[in-house]
């Protein structure tokens, strides 16, 4: 069963910020975090491993909340080049190096 | 270092014919996943193979099928295509340093079936 993601859609003006939620109805061993642009390959963000671990990349970070099976993802003073369609995937306990990914979140920046 | 590279970029295939796709990882990496993504269903696993063995398969029908060289290369085969087999083909490789590894995607394979 694959992550629920939140919200579909959004848009949002240069400097505003972001949250994207993934939510997993399965136990999970990690969440891996993607950014695909139109008719490119998804581009890997950051991994967050069951612990509760916050990675950070510029001015992207993550959090992963294992009790609830759910990762968000935090896009702050947001650019131009953070448009895209943005996939969580999930690795369950029992299903390692098996992604399953949410269908995704398409964020437009508008300047 | 050169990424994960896909041949062919585009394929265009009637109903009935069969096709083979092929992936090179970056170098060193020594696992190999394929993923399906379509409007519709999205990105859905495949397949991943390591050390010339399947390690995990998705929920495909079996006419998906695929194979993994010494030189850790795949190819993917799907026979007797169908109009819903058209979708972008990708594949995805990681060193496999433990229980999770993070997985680099190639351009992707985009496959039409008429």
């Known amino acids: 069963q694959q992550p629920v993601q939140s919200p579909q859609a959004v848009i949002l003006r240069e400097g505003e910020d972001a949250v994207i939620n993934c939510s997993s109805s399965k136990a999970l061993y990690s969440v891996h975090w993607y950014r695909q642009k139109h008719g490119e390959a998804p581009v890997f963000l950051m991994i967050l491993l069951k612990g509760g671990e916050q990675k950070g990349h510029e001015k992207i970070s993550a959090s992963f909340n294992e009790k609830k099976q759910q990762s968000s993802l935090y896009l702050t003073a947001s650019q131009l080049s953070y448009s895209g369609t943005y996939f969580c995937g999930t690795e369950s306990l029992n299903s390692a190096r098996q992604l399953t990914f949410g269908s995704g979140t398409q964020l437009t920046v508008l300047p | 270092k050169a990424g994960v590279t896909q041949t062919p970029r585009y394929l265009i295939k009637t109903r009935g014919q069969q096709v083979t796709l092929s992936c090179s990882p970056i170098?060193?990496?020594?696992?190999v996943s394929w993923y399906q993504q379509t409007p519709g269903q999205g990105l859905q696993f495949l397949f991943e193979y390591f050390s010339e063995t399947q390690r995990n398969k998705g929920n495909f029908p079996g006419r998906f099928s695929g194979r993994q060289f010494s030189n850790s290369r795949s190819e993917m085969n799907v026979s007797t295509l169908e109009l819903g087999d058209s979708a972008l083909y990708l594949c995805a490789s990681s060193l496999d340093r433990g229980n999770t590894d993070t997985q680099y995607f190639g351009p992707g394979t985009r496959l039409t079936v008429l």
């Open positions: 170098s060193g990496h020594r696992s």
